[in-house]
Structure formats: structure tokens, C-alpha cells
């Protein structure tokens, strides 16, 4: 039986169901409660989850994700009966954390990661094109260092406090996010009453289908970046089938729920500066093909016990923070009395996108497997 | 004379590309080393589109894939 099932998730079926799967539940989490045109986004309640721990003190941001929560419980439940748990860890760990401050930096100037991209144009946001361009641009550029040997070493096997310390901290935030309590008078933990973060599905629906999608993202090793990745490395679309079912599900859904608003400007919290969509989402695709996973990804391997990946999720999570405190973030459109303003990343924000691909470039070219 | 790939504790997509360049190199058959469930179907996918036979043993924590023409 258990046979069975490993090879229908490991077929192109298994994983068209995943995307399926995710791109019909997003747009309903949007329905319950989530942000507008939004759904889920990983960056993003990272971030959302950063602001509620007082790494930023963003109030309209500020909320602790169950849906980030549930990605890694549920993968861990599914790689614990399928028994691929394993803690392993000692892949260039520092690496990967400031790829995962500089994967959020990109995607914060964007207004959204891979996943959220793909779920923007579903919902007509066209600035989803440009940015899901961006994104291809930096794995391509990745790729390039891939075929030339890049690589960030071996992981080894490790003891069970590895692989177990990421599922005790998502439990540790569902218990903050339940008991709600304030360390300090004004103090964190934050709920915002106000703007995206106070945008939200009820726990336990957020919950379910969080465990829902982790499950079948760890079954199938669903991975947006990969995605792209593997096509244009070795012209294999299994990863794709994926993404694609993600992206017509959601369209539908979309379309079905009324959800669907055409076009770039003033789309909810997102900016239509289509060059800093594009440079922003080449460093976020560059630096996730670098430590080898979109934010999702790295959050389901996380919940194998992949201890690299979880330093690479905490390296988001800090950045987040950064990035807010920093002002390195995109500011969205704004639009009054028929009047746009283009927002975008400001000065700050456009120095740290090229610093971090300056940086990443530098990986690209230096990081190889020491023998 | 089997050409042994060692791709035991890298991650994605390592194991496929040095999988893949054995298979350029032309030398069969061809072992692979993996540790993970991932690699393991990862390399046997990419094996078998590029048409050849693969054969899978289990080794303790890890797996080893026989590539053959």
C-alpha cells in the first residue's frame, strides 16, 4: 500500500495533484479571510510571522502564519509515516542563512515569492508576468553556475536534535499564536489590527489546509523553483506539471470566486515598477536555486529533518525583519483620486537587491564541493 | 569497470547533473551513490528518459542505482 502510494506522489499525476491541490485551496484561504490577491503567500507570512515576534515593528504586518506552521508539521507527518525523516545537516550552513536574508530581500521588493507570483497572475495580476519573468532570469543565471560545478558541499547525517529543533519552534509559534501573550508592556507578541496582517483565514482552516499542502508537497517534492529549473537545465517538465496545475486550478478558482481583477496598476498589495519586479524576483529565483529550493520547499524539507533548510527559513525570517527595519521593502501602488503613484523598492532597497546578487554571484562562481 | 558517482549528501540537483554527465562520459555500467528518497527518484527518472535501465538496491540508510544501456 505504502509502495503504492510512493510511486502514485512520485508520478507526474501525483504532483499535478499537489499543484492542483494548492491551487485550489489558496484562492479559497483567500476567500476565508487571507489577504487580497494574495492566498498564501511564503515571504510574505514569514514576514508576517517576523513582524508578530517584534523582528519589525511594521504594524499593518504583523501576525504569526498557521499556514507556515502547518508546512512544516505537515510534511513532517508525511515524512514520518513514509519514514524519510532523517536529521541531517553540514552544508554550508552560514551560506545558506544570508541566502535566505537575501531570497526575502528580493522577494519583498517584488511584494511576494514564487508561489505568490504564480497566484498573482492567476488572479490577473500582470505584474505576476513580470515577476515570475525576474524569477526565471535568476535561475537561469543559476544554472549557469550549476552546469559549472556550483555546488554547497555535502550534508551528513545527524542526531535527532537536528531535524527535530525547526517542527519544536513551528509548535512553539502555534502555541504563541494561540496564547497570544505580550512579553512587554506594548510589546511582542503583535497581532495587527489593520492592513495585511490582519487579513486572515480562521486558525483552523488556515491549519488544515496548511498540513494539507505540506503533506503532499513533501510526498511529491513540489518546488516552484525547481520547476523552472529542471526545464531549463535538462528540458524535464515533471516538476513543471506542478506549477502549471497550480496556475489554471487557481485561474479557475478565481474566475469562479470573482477574484480576478486584469491588469498592473494598483493591484492589492503589490506595485507595478516593472524593473524592480524583475530584479527583485532574479535575486529571491537566483538565491533559492542556490541553496537548492523555492521558500516552500525549504520549509517542507525543514520538516524532514533537513537542518540546512531550516537555517535557510530562519535566514528568511531574519531578513524579513532587516528588510522592514531597513526600509529594503517594495512599497505598493498607490492610487487617489485617479491618480497613480508606481511604487517599488526605495534607495535602500534597490542597493541591498544588487548587493545580494553581486552576492550571490560571488557564491555562483566560488562555491564548490571541497573534496 | 562500473563508474561510481558519489552523490551521497548533496542536494538537489546535484545528484542528477553528475548523474547526468556519467552518462555523457559513456563509461557503463554506471553506480550511484544516493541517501535520500528525492535523489533516488530523481536520478532513476532522469536515467530512464535518457532511455536506459536502472536497477535499485537498498544499502542500510542508502541507496545504490545501477544505470545499465
Redesign the interface.
Known sequence: MSERL?RFF?SRWGILLAGAVIGLLAPLLQRAGNPTNMGICVACFERDIAGALGLHRVATVQYIRPEIIAFVLGSLIAALL?R?F?P?A??APIVRFLLGMFAMTGALVFLGCPWRALLRLAGGDLNGLVGTAGLVAGIALGVFF??RGY???????APAPVGWIMPAIMLGLLLLLIFRPQFTKDGPIFFSTEGPGSKHAPILISLAVGLVIGFLAQRT?FCTM?AW??VI??G?T?LFTGVGALFVVALITNLALGQFKLGFAAQPVAHSNHIWNFLGMALAGLAFLLA??CPGRQLFLSGEGDG?AALFVLGMIFGAGFAHNWALTGVPDKLAEGVLTVGGPGPYGQAAVIIGLVFCIVLGFTMR?KK | MAKVVDA???????P??LT?QAMEEGQFPIEVWV????SR??VR??AE?AGLKVQVEAVG?EFKLTLMR
Open positions: 510512493t512520485a513514509f524519510e532523517k541531517r553540514g552544508s550549476l552546469k555546488s554547497l558541499g555535502r550534508s551528513r547525517p517534492r525547481g529549473r529542471d537545465l535538462m524535464d515533471h537548492g529550493g540546512d564541493e | 551521497r549528501g548533496l542536494s538537489c540537483p546535484q542528477v547533473i547526468r541517501d535520500t528518497v528525492t527518484e530523481n527518472r532522469a528518459r540508510d
